[in-house]
């Protein structure tokens, strides 16, 4: 069974920076690429960035390029989003999954960790 938590969300001013982490369990972490997700309520889910198993490669969606860096330590199954030059528009609950493309690969979500830009 997968399963991930997500934390490091907060509250942050405009242009400040969060870094997210995600910790895995339940399955073959490091045999997996992984990705984040976020999720505004009534809007369906969106693919922020995604990184494969060896770290060799990484994708972003366009709002996240040259703003936020998706990294991983298959040692210790953990994930990780650093945000720069956060945006208002950055709100949003916050999600990591498995992915396959720019697809969460697995049903089962964690409860995400809450970031809200405002100054």
């Known amino acids: 069974q997968w399963h991930v938590v997500e934390s490091g969300g907060g509250l942050v001013q405009p242009g400040g920076s969060l870094r997210l982490s995600c910790a895995a369990s339940?399955?073959?972490?490091?045999?997996?690429?992984m990705g984040w997700f976020r999720q505004d309520p009534g809007k369906e889910r969106e693919f922020v960035a995604s990184?494969?198993?060896?770290?060799?490669?990484?994708d972003y969606a366009d709002f996240a390029e040259g703003r936020f860096t998706i990294s991983r330590d298959n040692n210790k199954k953990e994930l990780y989003l650093q945000m720069n030059s956060l945006k208002p528009e950055d709100t949003s609950i916050y999600y990591c999954?498995?992915?396959?493309?720019?697809?969460?690969?697995?049903?089962?979500w964690g409860q995400g960790t809450q970031v809200t830009v405002s100054s």
């Open positions: 999954n498995a992915v396959a493309g720019t697809n969460p690969r697995f049903q089962d």
């Open positions: 339940g399955r073959t972490f490091s045999s997996y690429a």
């Open positions: 990184i494969s198993y060896n770290s060799f490669n990484t």
